[in-house]
C-alpha cells in the first residue's frame, strides 16, 4: 500500500499541472498567441538542459546495456502499439480510412515523455531517468517513421528526427563517457559547476511549463472531441492503451533480461494513456483531429485512475518494488 501512496503522489501533481493550464487558458491568462514561443522555448531550450541534467554523471548510461537495449525497445513499445491497435478501429465503429489510421496511430502510441519524465523523476534514481531519455530516442524515430507512414500511407518524417532533445542527448552522452577519462583543471571545474547549476535550474522548469501548455491545448479542442462515436472509440482505446498493451509490457519487464533502470522505463511506459502532443502531427498529415482528440483526451482522463495501479501493479509484478 505504501508503494501505492507514492504512485499517487507522484501521479496527482502531474494532472493538477495540466487542470492548473486548463484553467489558465480558460481565464485566458496563459493565451494561445504564446503556444508557438513558449513551445520554441521548451523544446530547443528546457527539455535539452533537463536531458543534460538528467545525463551528466549518470553511471548507469555508461553500462553498454542502457544505451543499445533502450532505443530499440522504444521503437519496438511503439510498433508493436500501432500493430494491436489498427485490426480495433473498425470495432471502434470508424470507417474512413484517415480515421482508422488516425486511431492506430494515437492508440498505438503512448505518451512517452511529458507525463511519464516526471513521473519517473519522483518515483525512481536519476539513473533511471536517463535511461528513460534513451529509451525515447527509439520512441521518436517510431513516431515520425511508422507513425507518420500509418497516418498518411506514405512516407515517413525523417527531418523530425534530428531535434535539439536529441542533440542534447547524444551531446550529453559523450560528455558523461569524457568524465570518467578527463579530469579537468581547478578553475576550468568551477565554471563547470556554475554551468551545469544554470542547467539544472532550466532543466526543473521544462516539465511544469510542458504540463501547463498540454492542459491550455486540451482546453482549446475539448470541445471538438464531442460528437460522432466518441463513446465507443474511447471505450476500444481505452480497451487497447489502457488494458491489452500494458499487459503485454508488464511481461516484458518481467522476463526481459536486462537493467533495472530499464525494466523500471518498460513500467511506467506501459501504464501510460495514448500521448496528447501528437493530436498536432495528426492534423499535419492528414489525419482525423476528432478521433485523435477523442482517444487521447479518452484514455488521458480514465488514466487518472489506472496510472497509478498499473505502476504499483508493474513494479511488484517485475520485482521493483
Known sequence: MSELLTVL????PVF????????LRWRDWLSADADASLMRVTVNLLLPALIFDSVLGNTALRRPENLLLPPLLGFGMIAVGIFVAQPFARLAGLQAKPEQRTFAFLTGLQNYAYLVIPLCISLFDPGTTGVLFVHNVGTEIAMWTLGVMMLTGGGGGWRKIFSPPLVALGSALAL???????TLPAPLAACGKILLTGIHWLGQSAIPLALLMIGAIVADHFHEA????????????????????PVIFML??????????LKRVIVLQGAMPAAVLPIVITKHYGGDPRTALQVALGTSVIGLVTIPLWIHFGGHFAGLW
Open 226 to 245: 464531442r460528437g460522432g462515436k466518441a463513446l465507443r472509440v474511447v471505450t476500444v482505446a481505452a480497451l487497447v492503451r489502457i488494458v491489452f498493451l
Open 176 to 182: 558523461n563517457f569524457l568524465g570518467t577519462v578527463i
Open 9 to 12: 503522489q507522484a501521479v496527482l
Open 16 to 23: 493538477g499541472l495540466m487542470g492548473i493550464g486548463l484553467w
Open 252 to 261: 516484458l519487464a518481467r522476463y526481459l533480461p536486462c537493467s533495472v533502470e
